[in-house]
């Protein structure tokens, strides 16, 4: 599981210091404990508040508002700060590489002899990162929410062409890298039922006819 720190801002922080609380990102999504003056803010797909009521949809909602808030909280603490009227995809991207640096996620590379081994047998050096769906399940909440919040949808620093094209070359990436298919299987349609051959055509004969 992969783990990202937390956006601190105090006045004498550094250029994106984060305080490094553990962040424990699950296969729906990822954990974001952040250490900002009154209160943490946590990002996990599978995390909910005691006053939330159980479900999916509820989860999704609570999530969703915890990573809006730490996105705001990286924004602030961005030298120079940033608005998020100014924020663009660029910056999104620059977000994504920032939490690259604590995934815990395998990628090989293509000089290891582990290259696109789903198991490999033993350990190797090459680098830790974010997993592909850890980082697309966080964008699609981060999208919604910027709407949400009074966000126009062609403004959308989430939903930039950059931003796809980084997530898709992340997925094709790791895909060979770790031996694994990203691919959505295509559900079988069921069989048609056989047709049966219509009834052969009676001759009938011509009114006035007798039958011998």
Not at 66 to 94: I, M
């Amino acid at each position: 599981m992969d783990s990202i720190p937390d956006m601190d801002d105090s006045p004498n922080s550094a250029e994106h210091k984060i305080q490094n609380h553990n962040l424990i990102m699950t296969t729906a999504g990822m954990m974001m404990n952040s250490g900002a003056a009154s209160s943490g803010v946590t990002l996990a797909a599978s995390g909910s508040s005691s006053s939330s009521s159980p479900g999916s949809s509820s989860r999704y909602e609570n999530q969703k508002r915890r990573d809006w808030n730490t996105f705001g909280q990286y924004l602030k603490n961005h030298r120079p700060p940033l608005s998020l009227s100014r924020c663009s995809g660029a910056h999104v991207l620059e977000f994504l590489r920032y939490l690259d640096q604590f995934g815990k996620t395998k990628v090989h590379t293509p000089i290891c002899p582990f290259y696109g081994h789903p198991n490999p047998p033993a350990p190797c050096p090459c680098p830790l990162r974010q997993a592909w769906g850890s980082l697309d399940a966080l964008i699609g909440r981060l999208r919604a929410a910027f709407e949400e919040n009074g966000g126009k949808p062609e403004a959308n620093p989430f939903g930039a062409r950059a931003v796809r094209l980084y997530l898709r070359e992340v997925r094709d990436l790791q895909s060979k890298a770790r031996g694994i298919s990203y691919e959505k299987k295509k559900r079988k349609r069921p069989p048609l039922p056989p047709q049966m051959p219509p009834p052969p055509h009676q001759h009938q004969p011509p009114p006035g006819a007798s039958c011998q």
